[in-house]
């Protein structure tokens, strides 16, 4: 019974260790939703492009760089902006980069 406790108790406590983990690895779920509303802000008022038209597509995580990769999509007129968002504490504005190559045409 005492073993049978003592498993239980430390797979309970072993919960938070692996979400941390995952977490400082691939990145959280409020920072891939802030990182796509970041991304289509930004080509939104650089390329004065209509927020109906910009689509994201799921960001993953870079670890070493400590950012979001991710790639917003004109639905209208076919092209694809890759982009990396820094994310920053509350207050500050992230830092948005984009590829050198921008815009693709979309693949069909």
């Known amino acids: 019974m005492a073993k049978r406790a003592l498993t239980y108790a430390l797979l309970i406590m072993s919960i938070p260790v692996v ?3 995952c977490t ?3 990145g959280t779920i409020s920072g891939r939703i802030q990182t796509n509303q970041d991304a289509i802000a930004y080509i939104h008022e650089k390329y004065k492009i209509p927020l109906e038209d910009l689509k ?3 960001p993953s995580f870079r670890y070493g760089m400590n950012r979001y990769f991710t790639r ?3 639905v209208k007129n076919k092209k694809v902006y ?3 968002v ?3 504490p509350d207050n500050y504005v992230p830092v948005v ?3 050198p190559y921008n815009p693709n045409e979309a693949a069909n």
């Open 19 to 21: 979400v941390g983990g």
């Open 24 to 26: 400082e690895f691939f």
């Open 56 to 58: 994201a597509d799921m």
């Open 72 to 74: 917003v999509h004109d």
């Open 82 to 84: 890759e982009l990396t």
């Open 86 to 88: 820094r994310p920053m």
């Open 97 to 99: 980069e984009e590829s």
